[in-house]
C-alpha cells in the first residue's frame, strides 16, 4: 500500500490544480463579462458543452467494454424516448434509462 | 425549511441519481485497489471532480509520480476553464457563497445552473445544490466502501446514470435555448475529436467548439445582422 504522506500530497496537489482552474477564468474573465463577444459565447455554449460531455460520456461507456455497444445504445434510446414522450421529467428518464442499462447487464 | 433552500436541494436530485451510484463506484475502487478507506471522502472533498478521482484510485494505487498526476488532473479538467464563460456565478453572493461556488464548480452543477434563467436563481439555492451534489459524492464514496468490504459482487451499470443525465441535460438544454446551431457545431467538433485525439477527446472537442464560435460571432458580425447584438437586448 502506498504511504500516507504520498496519497495526502497526491490529494493535495490534484485540488490545488483543479481548484486553480475552476478560480482563475472567474477572476480573468471578470472584465471580460461586458464584451458582446464573451456575451455571445456565454449564449451559445451551454447546450454545446453540454451534447459535447454527453458525447463524450457514451463514448467513454462503451469504449470501456465494447461488448455492451448495443445495451449502451438500447438504454440511451430509452432515456430519450422517456424523456420526449414523458413530458421531460428528467428523474424519470434517466431511472428509466438507467433501470433499463442495470437489467440488459445483469439479467440477460 | 427555506424556499430557495427546498429549491436547491429539488435541483441536485436529478443529478443525484446520477452522482450517487459514481460515488459507490469510487469507494468500491478504492478498496478494490487495496487503498485506505478514508482516500474515497478525501477525493471528494479535497478535489470534487468525479472522473478525475475515478481515474486518481488506478493511478495512486500505482504509486504514480506526482508530476504526471499533475499534468494528468490539468489536461482532464481543464474544461473547467470553459465554465468562467456563461456561469450565473454574479448570483453568488460575493465573499465565502462565491468561494465555495468555485470550488464546487462540478459539470453537474454547471449543467444544472446554466440553463435556468438567471434571475431565477439566488445565492441560496445555487450554494444548496452545489452542497448537496458534494454530499451525494461523500456519501456514495463512504456507501461503496461499505459495499465492497460486504459484498463479493456489486451490481454493474449503474454508471449509466451519468449517461442517461447528460443525454437527457442536452435535449432540454437545446429545445430551451433554440440553439440548435451549436449543437451541430458542438457534434461537428465532437466528430472531429474524436478522430484526431481520441485519448483526450473532452479537451480537443471544447477547444475546437470554442473556435467555431469564435468564427460564428465574426461571420454574424461581418454580415451585418444584428442578431448577435438584438439577441442581448
Same mark, same amino acid.
Given at each position: !500500500?502506498?504511504?500516507?504522506?504520498?496519497?495526502?500530497?497526491?490529494?493535495?496537489?490534484?485540488?490545488?490544480?483543479?481548484?486553480?482552474?475552476?478560480?482563475?477564468?472567474?477572476?480573468?474573465?471578470?472584465?471580460?463579462?461586458?464584451?458582446?463577444?464573451?456575451?455571445?459565447?456565454?449564449?451559445? !455554449?451551454?447546450?454545446?458543452?453540454?451534447?459535447?460531455?454527453?458525447?463524450?460520456?457514451?463514448?467513454?461507456?462503451?469504449?470501456?467494454?465494447?461488448?455492451?455497444?448495443?445495451?449502451?445504445?438500447?438504454?440511451?434510446?430509452?432515456?430519450?424516448?422517456?424523456?420526449?414522450?414523458?413530458?421531460?421529467?428528467?428523474?424519470?428518464?434517466?431511472?428509466?434509462?438507467?433501470?433499463?442499462?442495470?437489467?440488459?447487464?445483469?439479467?440477460? | !425549511?427555506?424556499?430557495?433552500?427546498?429549491?436547491?436541494?429539488?435541483?441536485?436530485?436529478?443529478?443525484?441519481?446520477?452522482?450517487?451510484?459514481?460515488?459507490?463506484?469510487?469507494?468500491?475502487?478504492?478498496?478494490?485497489?487495496?487503498?485506505?478507506?478514508?482516500?474515497?471522502?478525501?477525493?471528494?472533498?479535497?478535489?470534487?471532480?468525479?472522473?478525475?478521482?475515478?481515474?486518481?484510485?488506478? !493511478?495512486?494505487?500505482?504509486?504514480?509520480?506526482?508530476?504526471?498526476?499533475?499534468?494528468?488532473?490539468?489536461?482532464?479538467?481543464?474544461?473547467?476553464?470553459?465554465?468562467?464563460?456563461?456561469?450565473?456565478?454574479?448570483?453568488?453572493?460575493?465573499?465565502?457563497?462565491?468561494?465555495?461556488?468555485?470550488?464546487?464548480?462540478?459539470?453537474?452543477?454547471?449543467?444544472?445552473?446554466?440553463?435556468?434563467?438567471?434571475?431565477?436563481?439566488?445565492?441560496?439555492?445555487?450554494?444548496?445544490?452545489?452542497?448537496?451534489?458534494?454530499?451525494?459524492?461523500?456519501?456514495?464514496?463512504?456507501?461503496?466502501?461499505?459495499?465492497?468490504?460486504?459484498?463479493?459482487?456489486?451490481? @454493474?451499470?449503474? @454508471?449509466?446514470?451519468?449517461?442517461?443525465?447528460?443525454?437527457?441535460?442536452?435535449?432540454?438544454?437545446?429545445?430551451?435555448?433554440?440553439?440548435?446551431?451549436?449543437?451541430?457545431?458542438?457534434?461537428?467538433?465532437?466528430?472531429?475529436?474524436?478522430?484526431?485525439?481520441? @485519448?483526450?477527446?473532452?479537451?480537443?472537442?471544447?477547444?475546437?467548439?470554442?473556435?467555431?464560435?469564435?468564427?460564428?460571432?465574426?461571420?454574424?458580425?461581418?454580415?451585418?445582422?444584428? @442578431?448577435?447584438?438584438?439577441?442581448?437586448?
Amino acid at each position: !500500500m502506498p504511504e500516507t504522506g504520498y496519497l495526502i500530497a497526491a490529494v493535495a496537489v490534484a485540488g490545488l490544480i483543479t481548484l486553480a482552474l475552476r478560480a482563475l477564468p472567474f477572476a480573468i474573465l471578470k472584465p471580460l463579462r461586458k464584451s458582446r463577444f464573451v456575451q455571445a459565447l456565454g449564449r451559445w !455554449m451551454p447546450a454545446g458543452i453540454l451534447l459535447i460531455l454527453a458525447v463524450v460520456i457514451l463514448r467513454n461507456e462503451i469504449m470501456a467494454s465494447p461488448g455492451r455497444l448495443w445495451a449502451v445504445a438500447v438504454a440511451t434510446a430509452v432515456t430519450v424516448v422517456v424523456h420526449l414522450l414523458g413530458k421531460r421529467r428528467a428523474l424519470l428518464s434517466i431511472a428509466a434509462g438507467t433501470t433499463c442499462y442495470v437489467v440488459l447487464l445483469n439479467v440477460l | !425549511m427555506r424556499p430557495q433552500t427546498r429549491a436547491g436541494l429539488t435541483d441536485s436530485l436529478g443529478v443525484g441519481i446520477g452522482i450517487y451510484p459514481l460515488g459507490i463506484a469510487l469507494g468500491v475502487l478504492v478498496v478494490q485497489a487495496g487503498l485506505p478507506w478514508w482516500l474515497a471522502p478525501a477525493l471528494s472533498v479535497g478535489i470534487f471532480a468525479g472522473s478525475v478521482e475515478l481515474l486518481l484510485v488506478s !493511478m495512486l494505487a500505482a504509486t504514480t509520480p506526482l508530476l504526471t498526476i499533475a499534468v494528468t488532473v490539468f489536461a482532464v479538467n481543464f474544461r473547467h476553464v470553459f465554465y468562467a464563460l456563461s456561469f450565473p456565478i454574479h448570483r453568488v453572493r460575493p465573499g465565502l457563497p462565491r468561494a465555495y461556488s468555485v470550488y464546487a464548480m462540478i459539470d453537474e452543477a454547471y449543467a444544472t445552473y446554466v440553463l435556468m434563467p438567471a434571475e431565477q436563481l439566488t445565492s441560496r439555492r445555487i450554494i444548496t445544490g452545489q452542497l448537496t451534489m458534494q454530499a451525494y459524492w461523500v456519501l456514495g464514496g463512504i456507501t461503496g466502501v461499505l459495499i465492497a468490504r460486504s459484498l463479493p459482487q456489486p451490481i @454493474e451499470g449503474f @454508471e449509466f446514470a451519468l449517461v442517461a443525465l447528460f443525454v437527457v441535460m442536452t435535449l432540454d438544454a437545446v429545445r430551451s435555448r433554440k440553439e440548435l446551431p451549436s449543437a451541430l457545431l458542438a457534434g461537428l467538433a465532437a466528430a472531429v475529436a474524436i478522430l484526431i485525439t481520441p @485519448e483526450n477527446a473532452l479537451l480537443t472537442a471544447l477547444v475546437v467548439f470554442t473556435v467555431m464560435l469564435a468564427a460564428r460571432y465574426l461571420l454574424t458580425r461581418r454580415s451585418g445582422s444584428g @442578431e448577435s447584438g438584438a439577441a442581448d437586448a
